[in-house]
Structures are given as structure tokens and as C-alpha cells.
């Protein structure tokens, strides 16, 4: 960039977002430039009151602009879908479902990372479970969140509420060919009659 | 985003970069929460100086912060590089090379676009040829940048100028099977012997 000092800095601040190099970085910071002011303008408003406004729900945990988030606040349902971040809310949400409602652990046990149950949203949950039915545990199919998943039905369980898991196996639409052994391996465990 | 409104108002920014489609800015919006207060900060304050910092060069029309830009007041060179954006600067700079002055048209010649030579930068290269042993065009290898290309250089020729245009021809490091007809084609014209 020739040394224009306010273009480096906006490059940099562009790779701070997920997956974006240097050269996408400077792609972006180009198309800033053609951009109308005004556009600008509303792109650094936005950033900044995104960041400013957006909070956890101080039930589920999920993002929100209020106290409780939208889902807390009109949904009915006695199924509480645990997921690790509030993000899997939006993935969950866009599936065929019935509407559950949610609870955000954000994060999950990890000895590696030196984090316990109870650096996670478990406590919260478990002061949920008054008239829930049900618990997914929603967490991601991998070891982090398979301990987790575990934790979570060997507190709950004993409560008298039904646990289950997402089911695994290999994904809709893929190639056999191309599926990892140990999706493999489960789903073949797992395999259904028909 | 269940709704919530700041977050849309930053989704729908980020789609306003290139190649960014809506999930893609979700992914970035979901990091913005994520990073430090001030990060986010420094970040919509670097678009905004960015977009109204960054003009220009009187000069070669290169992006600066000044009149003039760091190439023209610091090169010294009788050698003019033409290219269609700035951003192309950028690449050339980045190759071996002497070390030339540039000259940004901000466009090519286009009838499709209903684009003439008086709506690039042409008369201002003209206005620059005083002292200048060659033009190198390296404008696009597409139909716009070629036309372009051919205008300047039967308006330069005449000057006593030395007019020349980057090669074409197979990619580095490429594979022969990939190439396109035309580029092949090209290449076998041009070919030189060893």
C-alpha cells in the first residue's frame, strides 16, 4: 500500500476477522475506498453500536439487545437445546425444529484448557429444568464436547428429565467415499432399520 | 440473528465488501462481539479515516494521503508504468522490477459502458511524456484493457515515445493442461527461442 499509514491501519483491523489474510484484508480496504461516504460512515456506526448494544441473554445466554432475547421472551416449549455458543442457536434455528427454546453453556469442558463445569453455563441450566421435558445437548461431536454432553446427562438424568444427544453419522448429501473413519464407524454403529 | 437489529445493521456492512456473502459476514459479525471494546473502536475508526484521509496523487492518480504520492515525490525514473487502478500499482510494486513511475487511468476505454478516452486519465499522461523514454501499458489482458492499450499507444508512438505492453502467455508455474485456447494461442505466437 505504499506506506498510507490509514489504509495499513485499516488492513490490520480487517484481519482480525475470521479467515482473512493480508490480501483479503487489502482487498476489503480498497473496496472501503469506493464506497459512498456515507456507507462508511454507517459500516463504523454499526461496528461500534453492534459491539456496544448486543449483550448475553440473562437467561439462555444467547445475543440480544434486552435483558432476556427473543426466544425467552415469546417462545413456549419444555425442550431446552444446549449448545456450546450462541451462534449454533442461528444453525439450529434454520433446521426443521420445534421450536425450542435454548441455553448457552459458552464453552465447554476442556481439561486441556484448564476448564471445569463450572467455568460453563452447567449451574444455569440446571436452574431451568423446572417443567422442562426434555434436554438436546447440542454440543459439537467432538471430544470437547462429547465430555461435556456426558457431564451434563449424568447430572440431569438423575432429575427425572429426559437427555438426548444430535445424532451422528454421515452428513446428508455427502459422498461415502470422502466420510472420515470415525464418522464411519459410528454411523454404522448407529444404523437404522428400515 | 433472531432480530436482533444492530446485528443485521453490521451483517448487512460487511456484505458490502467483495466476495462476501451473508453467512460470511455473520462469521464476521459474530468475531466483532468477540473482540476488545477498543479493537472495535480503533476499527470503525480506521474505515472512516481511511475513507476520508485517503485522495489521489494529483500526479499519477495513485492512492495517498498527500498531494502528491510517495512514488512521485521520491522515484526518479524516465520510465512511465500505465495500469487501469491503482490496486495494480500495488501488484507491480511487489514484482522485480526498476523501479518506474505509474500512471492510473481509473478505467479503461469501454463503448460497452458507454466509457471514451476523455473519461480516463489520458490527457493527464499525455500532459507527463516531457523527459519519458517509455510507456509501458499494463493495463488488463481483457478486451477493455487491450483497446485501451492500442488508443494510447498510437497517440504516444508519434512522440518519439517507446511504447511497450507486458508479455502474455502461459502462467508461471502452471499446468499446460489448464491453459485457456486463447492464452495458448498467444503463447505460441509469441514464442521466443532459446
Chains 1, 2 share one sequence.
Do not use: W
Amino acid at each position: 500500500m505504499n506506506n498510507i499509514e490509514s489504509m495499513e491501519r485499516l488492513i490490520y483491523a480487517f484481519t482480525r476477522l475470521p479467515g482473512v489474510g493480508r490480501k483479503t484484508a487489502e482487498r476489503y480496504a480498497y473496496r472501503v475506498l469506493e464506497l459512498p461516504d456515507e456507507d462508511v460512515t454507517n459500516f463504523a456506526k454499526a461496528l461500534v453500536e453492534a459491539k456496544s448494544k448486543v449483550k448475553f441473554c440473562t437467561q439462555c445466554g444467547n445475543f440480544t439487545e434486552n435483558d432476556l432475547c427473543d426466544i425467552c421472551r415469546t417462545r413456549h416449549s419444555d425442550v431446552i437445546c444446549v449448545v456450546k455458543e450462541p451462534k449454533d442457536i442461528v444453525a439450529i434455528e434454520k433446521s426443521k425444529n420445534e421450536g425450542y427454546l435454548y441455553h448457552v453453556l459458552h464453552g465447554t469442558i476442556s481439561p486441556m484448557e484448564n476448564r471445569g463445569p463450572n467455568d460453563i453455563r452447567i449451574k444455569e441450566l440446571i436452574g431451568r429444568l423446572d417443567g422442562i421435558k426434555e434436554v438436546i445437548l447440542a454440543t459439537n461431536p467432538d471430544v470437547e464436547g462429547e465430555v461435556t454432553a456426558n457431564y451434563i446427562a449424568k447430572l440431569i438424568k438423575p432429575l427425572g428429565v429426559k437427555v438426548t444427544r444430535l445424532a451422528t453419522g454421515i452428513q446428508m448429501g455427502s459422498d461415502l467415499q470422502y466420510a472420515d473413519e470415525v464418522t464411519l464407524t459410528k454411523a454404522l454403529q448407529d444404523r437404522k432399520e428400515m
